[in-house]
């Protein structure tokens, strides 16, 4: 673990770790059911379908203090057609937060409140790139706004 500064309280929410947790509760009522992950596990062709979860970049607004995450969902089912599906689950679930919404987290007791949720480039599959037939990649953006209570770093250390 890292040790930080007392003065360093946090930053902005971890936006693959949000989109997981905005995720996983309904990969749950699915069946069989889903997996969201950041990384795919050794094992995963025995827990599909299996939805990656990955930052690829993004943009911080220091104005509007906010942060627009581009997150890429990869899903692979145990076939073209299952991959599809689910993916296509997903994006309803992300579609209904494009005005805002809260998360409930997996601790199931913090709140994290996406601002807004908009796909940027829509399901494809791009044999060039990955020759895996069942993996459908989409990607979305997702706003979080800065935490409140966090301390004003400027002022901290401009601060003698």
């Known amino acids: 673990m890292v040790d930080f ?3 360093y309280q946090g930053s ?5 770790l949000l989109v997981m947790d905005l995720l996983q509760p309904h990969l749950d009522d699915i069946t069989p059911q889903g997996t969201a992950c950041t990384w795919l596990p050794d094992n995963y062709g025995d827990v599909l379908p299996i ?3 990955y ?5 911080l607004d220091y104005d509007q203090m906010m942060d627009a995450a581009q997150v890429q969902l990869g899903v692979i089912g145990r076939s073209r057609e299952e991959s599809w599906a689910v993916l296509g689950f997903c994006r309803e679930i992300l579609r209904a937060y494009k005005r805002g919404g809260t998360v409930l987290r997996e601790d199931g007791v913090t709140k994290t409140h996406i601002h807004s949720c908009n796909e ?3 399901p494809q599959q791009i044999p060039e790139l990955n020759p895996d037939f069942r993996l459908v990649p989409a990607t979305f953006e997702v706003v979080t706004r800065y935490p409140r209570g ?5 002022r901290v250390l401009k601060t003698p």
């Open 12 to 16: 902005f929410e971890d936006a693959e």
């Open 120 to 122: 940027m480039i829509g």
């Open 51 to 53: 939805v990656r979860v």
């Open 55 to 59: 930052r690829q970049g993004g943009s």
């Open 150 to 154: 966090l301390p004003d770093y400027e």
């Open 5 to 7: 500064p007392d003065w």
